[in-house]
């Protein structure tokens, strides 16, 4: 099967699709221009589903070039054959591949090596294949030059040649594996002298559970213990069925049973090659796939709350002023025009020990006034719900200002404040009003601001400390290129940050727009992009319909309709005896067009219907309309809570085991999984994403731990027991009956909540 059908079937996909997929790919074209303007070719994949087929290609690919590497390596050993050629060539991943690779492998002299060359795998291959008695079998091979001094000694070396061949069967590998993460236990203790009646990983002390069952969180929590020194990990056959991988390899060896002398010494051979040999490999397998898998899953977490995170709406083009609150190093002050660029700035100090209450409120009532501000955004951290009364005593002394104040998530605004991209923008300027700065314009516009911070460094994740950074990094690369993509960029006021995430730009020509727009005033047609040094055609094909221009010569170019498709656009026009630009926003005259009338070899359906849909509502911004949470009056402190208390927050995290919400107490509090709704929950992010203004309950308080318990339950269904699909449970095959009785009853939710440092009731 080629690589285009292999994928295709994956997929659920045509051939075809694919094949055209990866030339388009090969080609120099980006996930976010072929899944908007070559619908026609890929037959309309999705962004997702290439994102999916790139990974594969590259996968595909790697596997390849690795089997010829193994190929011209085994035939330099003058050992391949027709049958291990086709299944090297057939082999489907990677891990099959080295199976097969594993007997011709160069390795380091092992004794099995030794003993082949002391010329007794004659011998091993005897005691296999043909009834005799194993020490009259050795007697012959016996020879004191080669250090083989009795028949004891041949016997042994013959042992260990036969426990290496019977380590390197591909089939018998991939039975183990498969066997064993089907029926394997995880088994969790306390490493010596680590225990600690307050550690975070106090629940794993005694712990078992199905591998295969095995959540992602947990997974990551159980092997940050163990990187931590505090954890041991096994992994263990149920112990009812703690013989069947030897019972595995006998029988994929052919061993005879029975008690003969011959037939015990291959029964230990086979033995030692589980005890000595394939357990410790095949845990350290299985353990790698866990930890892959719960990477994998914690990644597409994060990718998911980056998403969300990045397409959050935006309250728009205003003045606005940022409020980085503190207590005895006072509130930062920093006022943005309605493109972002710093009109003023300064400190206050209402808080405590300063206690500048009503010359605060001056300071700002002033500013507000001198620079027409809209717009009040207040961090989030130490300080925000005083700042926010503060806020609110200045709009109750001057309504006339008729401003609007909202308490944004600033995670990530101190990692900006201190980077190179900050220090280049402001030199002059503390990073503490910096961060001022970053809180006004990710008001403005969450992801033009967020793409200046590195994603991992928001906040939004599951573990993103514990998994593969490579790939988290190139995951949430992906996310805001298409999230940028997906928007759209103001061509004459965007960042070099947010202009090199468009597609078919990179940092080297994104800053070279700049220098264009700073040299030549701003542009006025997206052909002008064309003059941008190093900015040639086919980033030009790629980057021009994702950048906008407002109130230029054209007015197709503040849309998303992609240049090519320009000629389109006239011809519905002069089909309607109108001008271009009175056919662009008016509905009425749209809705007469015939779509089909305007199908042509050049344009397709999907572009024509794209076109017609984008003409409707030129320019026109994805994300949802602006909405801010209302946090309760007097609820500021963790001692404001109190069992029962309904209140508004903003979802700022999601995870596989529940959501964490602001509720405006400097602590977010938890709504686990079991709390999201009234009915089960498989996936948290089915009922809720970062950003959500949500309704939730106080269950739990735990001031001196600062946890937080909530709920989105309705009252009707507290205390009512959890549906049975959602506990788990090991097979019947994992000895569970054996644990103790805590054990049986703690479906292992808790144990890795805890591990991640939350309190769960």
């Not at 054209?554 to 630009?581: F, G, I, W």
Request: glycine fraction near 6%; charge should be neutral.
């Amino acid at each position: 099967m080629n690589l285009a059908a292999q994928i295709a079937q994956e997929l659920g996909v045509r051939p075809q699709q694919v094949s055209a997929t990866i030339t388009l790919l090969d080609e120099g074209a980006t996930v976010p221009f072929i899944a908007r303007y070559r619908k026609e070719v890929t037959g309309a994949l999705d962004d997702i589903q290439l994102r999916q087929l790139a990974l594969r290609v590259d996968y595909l690919r790697d596997l390849d070039s690795r089997k010829q590497t193994i190929l011209s390596s085994i035939k330099e050993q003058g050992k391949l054959t027709e049958t291990l050629a086709s299944a090297i060539a057939s082999a489907d991943t990677k891990v099959r591949l080295e199976d097969l690779y594993l007997p011709y492998r160069p390795k380091r002299r092992t004794k099995a090596q030794a003993a082949r060359e002391a010329g007794l795998e004659p011998l091993a291959l005897q005691l296999l294949n043909t009834g005799c008695d194993p020490q009259q079998a050795a007697c012959p091979f016996i020879s004191p030059e080669k250090e083989i001094a009795d028949a004891d000694a041949a016997l042994a070396g013959a042992q260990q040649i036969l426990i290496e061949q019977f380590s390197e069967q591909a089939e018998l590998l991939e039975r183990l594996r498969t066997w064993l993460w089907q029926n394997g236990i995880i088994n969790v203790s306390v490493a010596r002298g680590k225990a600690s009646d307050n550690s975070k990983f106090r629940d794993y002390y005694d712990h078992q559970e199905a591998i295969r069952n095995m959540p992602s969180h947990r997974a990551l929590a159980m092997f940050r213990g163990s990187k931590e020194g505090e954890l041991k990990i096994t992994l263990l056959p149920p112990e009812s069925m703690h013989k069947d991988p030897i019972q595995a390899i006998a029988q994929q060896n052919h061993i005879p049973a029975g008690k003969g002398l011959r037939a015990l010494w291959l029964q230990n051979c086979v033995e030692l090659t589980w005890s000595q040999k394939l357990h410790k490999q095949i845990e350290n397998d299985l353990l790698k796939r866990l930890r892959d898998e719960a990477e994998t899953e914690a990644i597409d977490v994060f990718a998911r709350n980056l998403k969300d995170l990045l397409l959050a709406a935006p309250a728009g083009q205003k003045v606005t002023l940022g409020l980085d609150p503190g207590l005895r190093t006072g509130v930062k002050v920093a006022v943005v025009d309605s493109t972002g660029k710093l009109l003023d700035h300064g400190n206050i100090y209402p808080h405590a020990p300063h206690k500048k209450w009503d010359e605060s409120v001056s300071t700002l009532a002033k500013l507000a006034a001198k620079h027409k501000v809209s717009l009040i955004s207040i961090g989030n951290g130490t300080a925000s719900r005083e700042t926010e009364q503060l806020v609110k005593e200045l709009s109750k002394r001057h309504p006339e200002l008729n401003l609007t104040s909202v308490i944004v998530n600033e995670a990530g605004a101190s990692i900006y404040s201190a980077s190179e991209l900050a220090s280049r923008e402001f030199p002059d300027l503390d990073v503490t009003i910096r961060g001022a700065v970053s809180i006004a314009r990710r008001l403005q516009d969450p992801l033009a601001e967020l793409v200046k911070i590195e994603p991992k460094a928001i906040g939004v994740g599951q573990y993103q400390h514990d998994v593969d950074q490579k790939a988290l990094a190139g995951s949430l690369e992906n996310v805001v290129e298409d999230g940028v993509n997906h928007v759209g960029v103001d061509l004459n006021t965007a960042s070099c940050e947010l202009l090199s995430q468009v597609a078919g730009l990179n940092r080297t020509t994104a800053q070279n727009i700049i220098d264009y727009r700073d040299k030549q005033g701003r542009f006025t047609d997206r052909k002008q992009l064309l003059k941008v040094p190093r900015l040639g055609a086919k980033a030009f094909e790629q980057c021009a319909a994702f950048l906008r221009i407002r109130d230029g010569k054209q007015p197709l170019d503040n849309s998303a309709v992609h240049p090519e498709a320009y000629p389109l656009v006239d011809k519905m026009a002069l089909t309607l005896r109108c001008k271009t630009a009175e056919l662009i926003g008016n509905s009425t005259l749209i809705k007469t067009l015939a779509a089909q009338q305007f199908i042509s070899d050049q344009y397709g359906e999907y572009t024509v219907n794209d076109v017609i849909a984008e003409l409707e509502k030129p320019g026109r911004d994805p994300r949802p309309e602006f909405k801010t949470a209302q946090f309760a009056e007097g609820v500021e402190t963790l001692k404001d809570l109190h069992i029962g208390m309904q209140l508004e927050g903003v979802i700022t995290n999601v995870t596989n085991f529940g959501a964490f919400v602001d509720i405006g107490v400097h602590q977010d509090g938890l709504v686990h999984i079991s709390q999201l709704a009234d009915r089960f929950v498989k996936d948290p992010h089915s009922i809720v994403k970062t950003g959500d203004i949500v309704q939730v309950r106080v269950t739990e308080v735990d001031e001196a731990r600062r946890r937080i318990a909530l709920s989105m339950k309705s009252q009707a269904t507290v205390g009512k027991p959890v549906p049975a699909k959602a506990k788990s449970a090991l097979p019947a095959s994992s000895a569970a009956e054996k644990k103790p009785k805590s054990m049986q009853t703690n479906n292992g939710l808790a144990a890795g909540l805890k591990a991640a440092g939350f309190k769960i009731k």
